[in-house]
């Protein structure tokens, strides 16, 4: 799937490396709900399922490249796919720092809210996002996202806990 400067591709097996340093990085791991690493060894056993279809495994992961470089700069995620309720929820990670705020992100979530509404004909899609990373609250918001909620002390941190926003975008193309 590719718009404007970048396209979003499956996953390779070359993946690996850059999977392990992202899913391993302690900074992303607030906004992943992660709190251990991963090993090789599963990050291998996920590429290999990797080409099963949402409708099997509830989520989807892309990798989002540069169209000028080729390069791999982060990935975007469905996940908690509900195909009777027609709604994902969806998940970016732009993964340099010197790839941000150069709107990746937005031709990325521009690019899988097309394919969400337009080829799995979901109802909505939504995203949590913690209350201090303020970028993505605007990104999502810029987008079309529309702040539904505010779950009070929901992460818990490091340094304390911390509110999370829900943010949900309802199918602008009905399908009903």
Same mark, same amino acid.
């Given at each position: 799937m590719k718009y404007e400067d970048i396209r979003l591709r499956a996953l390779e097996p070359e993946d690996l490396e850059l999977l392990y340093e992202w899913e391993n990085d302690s900074d992303n791991w607030v906004i992943s709900n992660t709190i251990t690493p991963f090993s090789r060894f599963t990050l291998?056993? *996920? +590429?290999?399922?990797?080409?099963?279809? /949402? *409708?099997? &495994?509830g989520q989807l992961r892309l990798m989002i490249a540069v169209n000028e470089t080729r390069e791999t700069i982060g990935t975007i995620d +469905? !996940?908690?796919f509900d195909p009777f $309720?027609? =709604? @994902?929820? /969806?998940? /970016?990670l732009? @993964?340099?720092?010197? !790839? =941000? =705020?150069?709107g990746y992100a937005s031709m990325a979530l521009t690019? +899988? &809210?097309? *394919? #969400?509404?337009? &080829? +799995? $004909?979901? $109802?909505? /899609? *939504? #995203?949590?996002i913690i209350a201090t990373n303020t970028e993505s609250m605007e990104l999502f918001r810029k987008q079309g996202f529309v702040e539904t909620g505010i779950k009070k002390d929901w992460i818990c941190n490091s340094d304390g806990f911390y509110d999370e926003h829900m943010f949900q975008m309802i199918n602008p193309i009905r399908h009903d």
């Open positions: 291998k056993r *996920y +590429l290999e399922d990797a080409h099963r279809s /949402i *409708y099997e &495994t +469905l !996940f908690d $309720h027609r =709604r @994902a929820g /969806i998940g /970016i732009i @993964a340099d720092e010197k !790839f =941000r =705020r150069k690019c +899988l &809210t097309n *394919y #969400c509404f337009r &080829t +799995l $004909h979901l $109802h909505q /899609i *939504y #995203c949590s």
